[in-house]
């Protein structure tokens, strides 16, 4: 008996017992398929899942915790002692005031064991749980807060402590969840309003619901995989995935009403979806199917109710709140339901997915405003209705449109009574106006698709007539096309409009590119071949360049199929032609043979551009035939005459035949122009015009000949440059440098001295190779081979006579840029170095040579650097170059000699400046830099053995030359400094600068470039450097009674205290210091007043701080 009380202590009256003892998770019917059990709970409109799961496991309850939960204060009194076995189970047989009496008796005749008091606490708990079952079955849920209330008192009834009661209610709502999903695994809208209210009821907070949530889907999924396997619950329509959508449905529903924090939710809503083997986000995929439907059945709800007041924007927000709508899946749905109105008005039932007449469907009257309503509450715009009504009344239209096009093909009714119907069927569809140009895309497409597909289907088996057949319908659709568009107001171009590949609407868009192409040669060919004659008829070319604007054939594509159909007819009659005028031309011939190729090109309507291209190639012929004829190569006049008329027979511009004329006749040209050239290499005047007038009659252009002629200066220039090179070279260079130049053994050279080049000014200018440069430049002159090109304008002062006054006017004229088309640098006969080096030698030649050449050289540096190649900015940096070599040597040579530079040397100089190219501020620079150099040697030679008579000369000389030492010189601050001191210092010490000495310090401060801080800062330093020193010596000979000792050193202290204010920064004690002034009052001042001897003796207490 005592084992038997034990067990059933132990156990739990909602199914804690082993698994055999509990009750199934499986209803009376088979499990997670919805009953229809009926409650009798008059709280709950509808009978609940989780209501009957909690009868069920309260009708479960039995044994001890039933006896408990019947008698819960027996138990709270008897918890507070140890009570045997029988007298606990007798307790529960008699009431509660005979407790004293049957506790004696149980005492008496109980067997041996005892239950301790946890016992009974345990006891007690777990009948509670039943006790909760059943308060909430009897109170219901429809009051959360007064089932609330009652819950506390039975919780104190039973003693529990509150964690445990709490976790007892978490069961509670545990298994209510899952009779929620057991008894019908489809979701109603009600269950969440439950799950809100029983926790509510049951006092829980976030956490224990989650926990909740999670052992509710541990339990369903343990119980449903006994039974169900996996295929299964990947089946959508398996009432078990439905089951268990509605868990995670449910869960997300409760953690979002529970305003968990994101972060709550994310661990929440991932643990419950990992006991279904899911991760997050295919957990929120299973909700969203189980939203979606509810939703949809409240989209459909609230279309019913258009009109009255019991649906709105509001309420439908609410809804979406409540059932998890997000914003995407709220538009697509609003979207849908909008359609599915649409269409219901049209025709199409309630649900919108009825069959629809589009012949006679249209909407009813009031529509619009009936959408206009659907779009307030649906918070659409005004072009999502747009777009829905045009997309449900498309299929309409189109319809129509396709009758009335067959009308008007047939010729039943005209193309303006085609687009009156079009367009009254758009109104009564409800189509806006501004679809118009849709709509006409809508014609077009739906009129040309069907012939059109016909030719793709010939054209795909290579049925070549049923294809041209299908094409020419195409052809007379397009044409009727066309008149209802001009009906229909369309002003736009058809074929770019209708007809480009690259647009989605094209009608010729299931053709690929070669099909297109294949359809039109098709097209041409059958044309041409359906005529008696052969001729491509105006009718006929019609119809081709329809068929070429359907086919979106570009023009130079038609005109290859042209060429391919009509080419060998035109070739033929144009190379007769061209034979006959080269055998014998006369103008009469000529106008016969036009009218041939005219009639040709009218027979086939040839374009100009495939004449001219037949033409080129035939005219190159007829050169070859007279190149052949000509005597000596050179057309006369009666075949330059045939040339011409066949240059206008075949169309082709002059410009187009020079290139035709350089093949064929251009050695001529070039031969002559070698002859011209003859040994000198340059074309004398005389031969000028000769060799115009045959350019003239071989028919090359200006441009070629001047080529030519290029080329064969190109070929006369290498070898002079080569040769200047090579001159240049082996009078330069040791013959080291040049093996080394020229990277090869040069062996012995005995014409090569090896000696360095030297000259006048310091450069090398004895080199022998001006001679050779000039006839380079005169062969680039006389051949007149420089060009002038204008770069820019400016504007000038010019002198007029107007009414017998003069008068200064400005006048804009043009800035001119030589150009140099051939130079050595580009033919490769110099490099870059050698070219510095030939241009700088010329230059220096330019002004050391003397005699008549002397002016010839210098007019020609210029013209000499451009032949070389070098541009303007290169040429002014080696003039430059030049120029401070000679002007350092020849200022540093005078300036040496005679210390300064004259008059004379200035003249020099200026014509020097003038031969180098200088302008006056370069060469005044260079001039005056030279000077510089000279000066700064000086200042260093004076500065290894200074004395104030060189610093001074060295000073008043660059004041004679209008300089600064650190302006102009750069000499450091530190230097000035140190010159100031050596003229200063010899003064301060003997007296002979005193304070009154102002004009002397300030010729000096100025002349050297300080400031007066500047020179009161040098002047104090140099002050209390000497008195130190004297200062020094004073004290100790005063120390040793050497009086006359410090005569000197004392007489200058006093001097140099003046200049500071007495302030010499002495320091000493003044015992000493009565010594010092006592022997300073026993010094001879003979040739002193009274008051100066008075003023020194002040001076010398300030000094010492004597009193």
């Known amino acids: 008996t005592l084992v038997l009380a034990a067990t059933n202590w132990q156990a739990d009256g909602f199914g804690t017992l082993p698994l055999s003892s509990r009750s199934s998770f499986v209803p009376k019917a088979s499990f997670g398929v919805a009953q229809t059990t009926s409650s009798s709970l008059s709280m709950l409109v509808q009978s609940s899942g989780g209501m009957l799961e909690l009868e069920e496991l309260l009708d479960a309850d039995t044994g001890v915790t039933k006896t408990v939960r019947k008698s819960p204060l027996l138990w709270k009194i008897a918890s507070y002692a140890a009570i045997p076995a029988s007298a606990a189970l007798g307790f529960g047989m008699v009431p509660s005031s005979k407790m004293a009496a049957n506790a004696v008796g149980a005492v008496a005749t109980g067997v041996a064991g005892f239950i301790g008091r946890n016992k009974m606490t345990d006891v007690a708990g777990s009948a509670a749980k039943p006790a909760i079952v059943a308060l909430v079955i009897d109170y219901g849920i429809g009051e959360p807060a007064e089932t609330a209330e009652k819950l506390e008192e039975l919780r104190d009834e039973f003693s529990v402590h509150p964690d445990?009661?709490?976790?007892?209610?978490?069961?509670?709502?545990?298994?209510?969840?899952?009779?929620?999903?057991?008894?019908?695994?489809?979701?109603?809208?009600?269950?969440?309003?439950?799950?809100?209210?029983?926790?509510?009821?049951?006092?829980?907070?976030?956490?224990?619901?989650?926990?909740?949530?999670?052992?509710?889907?541990?339990?369903?999924?343990?119980?449903?995989?006994?039974?169900?396997?996996?295929?299964?619950?990947?089946?959508?329509?398996?009432?078990?995935?439905?089951?268990?959508?509605?868990?995670?449905?449910?869960?997300?529903?409760?953690?979002?009403?529970?305003?968990?924090?994101?972060?709550?939710?994310?661990y929440e809503m991932t643990r419950t979806a990992k006991v279904f083997n899911m991760t997050y986000y295919e957990a929120l995929e299973r909700v969203e199917e189980v939203v979606e439907p509810f939703y949809e059945r409240a989209l459909v709800s609230a279309r019913a109710k258009l009109g009255s007041d019991k649906v709105s924007a509001t309420m439908l927000e609410r809804a979406r709140a409540t059932l998890g709508v997000n914003d995407r899946m709220g538009f697509d749905l609003h979207e849908s339901a909008l359609n599915d109105e649409v269409r219901s008005l049209i025709g199409g039932g309630e649900d919108g997915e009825g069959e629809i007449d589009p012949k006679t469907a249209k909407f009813p009257e009031g529509t619009m405003e009936r959408l206009e309503q659907?779009?307030?509450?649906?918070?659409?715009?005004?072009?999502?209705?747009?777009?829905?009504?045009?997309?449900?009344?498309?299929?309409?239209?189109?319809?129509?449109?396709?009758?009335?096009?067959?009308?008007?093909?047939?010729?039943?009714?005209?193309?303006?009574?085609?687009?009156?119907?079009?367009?009254?069927?758009?109104?009564?569809?409800?189509?806006?106006?501004?679809?118009?140009?849709?709509?006409?895309?809508?014609?077009?497409?739906?009129?040309?698709?069907?012939?059109?597909?016909?030719?793709?289907?010939?054209?795909?088996?290579?049925?070549?007539?049923?294809?041209?057949?299908?094409?020419?319908?195409?052809?007379?659709?397009?044409?009727?096309?066309?008149?209802?568009?001009?009906?229909?107001?369309?002003?736009?171009?058809?074929?770019?409009?209708?007809?480009?590949?690259?647009?989605?609407?094209?009608?010729?868009?299931?053709?690929?590119?070669?099909?297109?192409?294949?359809?039109?040669?098709?097209?041409?060919?059958?044309?041409?071949?359906?005529?008696?004659?052969?001729?491509?008829?105006?009718?006929?070319?019609?119809?081709?360049?329809?068929?070429?604007?359907?086919?979106?054939?570009?023009?130079?594509?038609?005109?290859?199929?042209?060429?391919?159909?009509?080419?060998?007819?035109?070739?033929?009659?144009?190379?007769?032609?061209?034979?006959?005028?080269?055998?014998?031309?006369?103008?009469?011939?000529?106008?016969?043979?036009?009218?041939?190729?005219?009639?040709?090109?009218?027979?086939?309507?040839?374009?100009?551009?495939?004449?001219?291209?037949?033409?080129?190639?035939?005219?190159?012929?007829?050169?070859?035939?007279?190149?052949?004829?000509?005597?000596?190569?050179?057309?006369?006049?009666?075949?330059?005459?045939?040339?011409?008329?066949?240059?206008?027979?075949?169309?082709?511009?002059?410009?187009?035949?020079?290139?035709?004329?350089?093949?064929?006749?251009?050695?001529?040209?070039?031969?002559?122009?070698?002859?011209?050239?003859?040994?000198?290499?340059?074309?004398?005047?005389?031969?000028?015009?000769?060799?115009?007038?045959?350019?003239?009659?071989?028919?090359?252009?200006?441009?070629?000949?001047?080529?030519?002629?290029?080329?064969?200066?190109?070929?006369?220039?290498?070898?002079?440059?080569?040769?200047?090179?090579?001159?240049?070279?082996?009078?330069?260079?040791?013959?080291?440098?040049?093996?080394?130049?020229?990277?090869?053994?040069?062996?012995?050279?005995?014409?090569?001295?090896?000696?360095?080049?030297?000259?006048?000014?310091?450069?090398?200018?004895?080199?022998?190779?001006?001679?050779?440069?000039?006839?380079?430049?005169?062969?680039?002159?006389?051949?007149?081979?420089?060009?002038?090109?204008?770069?820019?304008?400016?504007?000038?002062?010019?002198?007029?006579?107007?009414?017998?006054?003069?008068?200064?006017?400005?006048?804009?004229?043009?800035?001119?840029?030589?150009?140099?088309?051939?130079?050595?640098?580009?033919?490769?006969?110099?490099?870059?170095?050698?070219?510095?080096?030939?241009?700088?030698?010329?230059?220096?030649?330019?002004?050391?040579t003397q005699g008549p050449n002397a002016v010839r050289y210098e007019n020609s540096r210029a013209t000499f650097g451009g032949i070389l190649g070098l541009d303007s900015k290169k040429m002014e940096e080696i003039g430059s170059?030049?120029?401070?070599?000679?002007?350092?040597?020849?200022?540093?040579?005078?300036?040496?000699?005679?210390?300064?530079?004259?008059?004379?040397?200035?003249?020099?100089?200026?014509?020097?400046?003038?031969?180098?190219?200088?302008?006056?501020?370069?060469?005044?620079?260079?001039?005056?830099?030279?000077?510089?150099?000279?000066?700064?040697?000086?200042?260093?030679?004076?500065?290894?053995?200074?004395?104030?008579?060189?610093?001074?000369?060295f000073r008043e000389k660059l004041n004679s030359m209008g300089l600064e030492l650190q302006k102009d010189m750069g000499v450091s601050k530190g230097r000035i400094t140190r010159m100031f001191e050596i003229e200063v210092t010899p003064g301060l010490e003997s007296g002979e600068l005193t304070v009154d000495s102002g004009d002397v310090f300030s010729e000096i401060q100025e002349s050297l470039g300080f400031s007066d801080e500047e020179a009161e800062k040098a002047l104090e330093n140099i002050v209390l450097q000497k008195s130190n020193r004297d200062f020094e010596k004073v004290a100790k000979d005063a120390r040793r009674g050497r009086t006359n000792e410090m005569v000197g050193p004392l007489t200058r202290l006093v001097r140099y205290g003046a200049f500071v204010g007495g302030d010499l920064q002495i320091e000493i004690e003044e015992k000493i210091g009565r010594q010092i002034f006592n022997a300073y009052e026993s010094f001879d001042f003979s040739g002193l007043s009274e008051d100066e001897i008075e003023e020194n003796k002040d001076m010398l207490k300030t000094l010492l701080s004597l009193s």
Not at 199 to 212: M, T
Not at 215 to 242: M, N, V, Y
Not at 529 to 539: P, V, Y
Not at 734 to 760: H, I, M, V, W
């Open 164 to 266: 445990d009661f709490k976790a007892l209610c978490g069961d509670v709502y545990r298994k209510y969840l899952v009779g929620m999903v057991k008894f019908d695994n489809k979701p109603r809208s009600s269950e969440l309003t439950e799950l809100e209210n029983l926790k509510a009821a049951l006092s829980l907070d976030n956490l224990a619901v989650g926990e909740a949530h999670m052992g509710a889907a541990q339990d369903w999924f343990r119980e449903t995989c006994l039974f169900i396997t996996e295929d299964e619950l990947e089946d959508e329509d398996s009432p078990e995935r439905q089951a268990m959508n509605k868990i995670l449905y449910l869960t997300e529903r409760a953690l979002k009403q529970n305003a968990e924090t994101d972060g709550a939710f994310l």
């Open 374 to 848: 659907l779009r307030e509450i649906l918070a659409l715009s005004p072009e999502d209705v747009e777009y829905e009504i045009t997309s449900a009344a498309m299929p309409m239209f189109r319809a129509t449109a396709l009758e009335a096009m067959k009308e008007t093909v047939e010729g039943t009714i005209t193309p303006e009574e085609a687009w009156k119907q079009m367009d009254q069927r758009r109104k009564d569809l409800l189509i806006p106006e501004e679809k118009s140009d849709e709509l006409v895309s809508t014609v077009v497409v739906n009129a040309l698709g069907a012939p059109l597909e016909e030719v793709k289907k010939f054209v795909d088996v290579s049925n070549e007539g049923a294809a041209y057949d299908a094409m020419m319908d195409a052809i007379v659709a397009k044409e009727v096309v066309e008149k209802v568009l001009k009906s229909a107001g369309h002003t736009e171009d058809f074929y770019d409009t209708f007809c480009n590949p690259v647009r989605r609407q094209s009608v010729n868009g299931m053709f690929t590119d070669s099909e297109r192409a294949k359809v039109y040669d098709i097209v041409v060919r059958r044309a041409i071949a359906s005529t008696d004659e052969g001729k491509l008829t105006d009718e006929l070319d019609a119809k081709m360049q329809i068929v070429k604007g359907i086919m979106a054939i570009d023009d130079v594509a038609a005109e290859g199929q042209a060429t391919k159909s009509f080419g060998p007819k035109l070739f033929n009659v144009m190379e007769r032609a061209m034979k006959e005028i080269m055998d014998d031309f006369t103008p009469a011939l000529l106008e016969t043979l036009t009218a041939e190729v005219e009639q040709v090109v009218d027979d086939f309507k040839i374009s100009d551009r495939m004449i001219a291209q037949n033409g080129r190639s035939l005219y190159g012929k007829a050169l070859q035939i007279l190149k052949a004829k000509a005597p000596g190569g050179i057309p006369t006049k009666e075949q330059n005459e045939a040339l011409a008329g066949l240059q206008e027979l075949f169309r082709l511009d002059p410009k187009e035949a020079t290139p035709m004329h350089m093949t064929a006749f251009g050695n001529v040209y070039k031969k002559s122009l070698e002859e011209a050239m003859a040994i000198t290499g340059i074309i004398r005047p005389e031969y000028r015009q000769p060799l115009n007038d045959l350019r003239e009659r071989l028919g090359v252009s200006e441009q070629q000949a001047n080529e030519l002629f290029l080329s064969g200066v190109k070929q006369r220039m290498i070898p002079m440059v080569e040769w200047i090179v090579s001159e240049m070279e082996r009078t330069a260079f040791t013959q080291k440098q040049l093996a080394d130049r020229r990277q090869k053994d040069l062996g012995e050279d005995y014409f090569q001295s090896g000696k360095g080049a030297d000259g006048t000014l310091g450069l090398g200018a004895e080199i022998n190779v001006l001679g050779d440069i000039m006839n380079l430049i005169d062969f680039y002159v006389e051949n007149d081979i420089s060009e002038k090109q204008q770069i820019d304008t400016k504007k000038i002062e010019k002198t007029i006579e107007e009414d017998g006054e003069k008068k200064v006017v400005e006048e804009e004229v043009p800035i001119y840029e030589t150009l140099y088309p051939i130079t050595a640098l580009e033919t490769g006969a110099v490099d870059q170095q050698m070219a510095e080096v030939l241009y700088r030698q010329f230059v220096v030649g330019s002004f050391t």
């Open 881 to 953: 170059t030049i120029g401070n070599t000679v002007y350092d040597n020849y200022v540093g040579q005078s300036m040496r000699t005679k210390g300064a530079l004259d008059q004379q040397d200035m003249m020099f100089l200026a014509n020097l400046q003038g031969k180098l190219g200088l302008t006056a501020e370069q060469g005044e620079g260079m001039m005056l830099d030279a000077q510089k150099k000279i000066l700064l040697e000086e200042l260093e030679v004076a500065m290894t053995s200074p004395t104030p008579e060189t610093v001074r000369a």
